[in-house]
């Protein structure tokens, strides 16, 4: 049973969610919420703002971390007036992302995740394979810019799924360039780092005002998201980008139906709880 004074979470399970999560970070440019949130709410048994308040907190620091990294290495593809319009869209996005969370319950939240993670694993997978499915494909060779309009479009809606979800947001950044756009998802991963700050930080301080972020599990699944950020990022210079969109593929794709049980689970729990049931 969970106290104000104890530990949502046990030390390994802190330090297993962590890691996974730096490395997460590292490799792909996601900035944790996918598994942080849906980990506090399923072992932490926290509400789901709560949840989402504490993964966006992290989020914050292991994606600014991750950000450092890579673009020492790479740099920036795109340029300085671009950026700046896909993370002010963002920011937007994650004030009305939070609005909708406000209106959901735990069930719901679960379920609309799952949904989104499906969604993404099939367009990475589809990707990597080079599957034609009658519905546009996205161009070989990045010209180095996309049309004006996808870079409020993209950004706005990043920053919806990170206001719901607890996530970042900057995959969603790096999935719709590059599926669309012809992005390389190496190039591409500075900038999903970079939205993931901005986005979950605007997130983030609400939260923290209305009291909604657990500062005690940040700061237990920082040390070990640190640890897994250096592996992600290692990795990610390695393996080439197509190999990354299976392993990932098929990630979310698992991840998906786990988080779809969970709300699942829930609804029946909740059923069996009503009066006259």
């Known amino acids: 049973m969970t ?6 979470l046990s030390g390994p399970r802190a330090a297993q969610i962590g890691f996974v999560a730096g490395a997460l970070n590292g490799l792909i440019g996601i900035g944790g919420g996918i598994v942080m949130t849906p980990g506090l709410v399923t072992y932490g048994r926290t509400s789901p703002q709560v949840a989402v308040g504490t993964s966006l907190a992290a989020v914050v620091v292991l994606s600014f971390a991750a950000f450092v990294m890579h673009a020492s290495f790479g740099g920036l593809s795109l340029s300085t007036s ?5 993370v002010g ?4 996005g994650a004030q009305l992302g939070g609005w909708i969370l406000a209106r959901l319950t735990a069930s719901w939240m679960l379920l609309m995740f799952s949904a989104f993670l499906l969604v993404m694993s099939v367009r990475l997978l589809i990707q990597a394979f080079g599957i034609e499915t009658g519905l546009g494909s996205a161009p070989t060779e990045w ?5 004006w309009w996808a870079y409020p479009a993209i ?5 919806i799924l990170s206001g719901v979800f607890g996530v970042g947001g ?15 998802v190496r190039e591409g991963i500075p900038l999903a780092l970079l939205v993931n700050v901005t986005n979950a930080l605007a997130g983030c ?14 700061r237990r699944m920082v040390p070990a998201a640190l640890l897994g950020i250096m592996l992600g990022t290692a990795v990610a210079i390695w393996l080439p980008p197509d190999v990354l969109r299976i392993v990932f593929g ?21 059923l069996k709880d009503k009066p006259g049931r």
């Open 3 to 8: 106290t104000e004074s104890g530990h949502v």
């Open 82 to 86: 671009s950026i700046v319009v896909v």
């Open 89 to 92: 869209a963002g920011m937007v």
């Open 143 to 147: 010209r180095g810019a996309a049309p």
């Open 155 to 159: 950004g706005f809606t990043s920053g």
């Open 170 to 184: 900057g995959a969603l950044v790096l999935l719709g360039f590059a599926v669309l756009f012809g992005m390389p």
């Open 205 to 218: 301080i609400r939260h923290s005002r209305a009291g909604r972020v657990l500062w005690r599990e940040v």
């Open 250 to 270: 098929a990630f979310f794709l698992f991840m998906s139906v786990y988080v779809a049980r969970q709300a699942a689970s829930r609804k029946k729990a909740l």
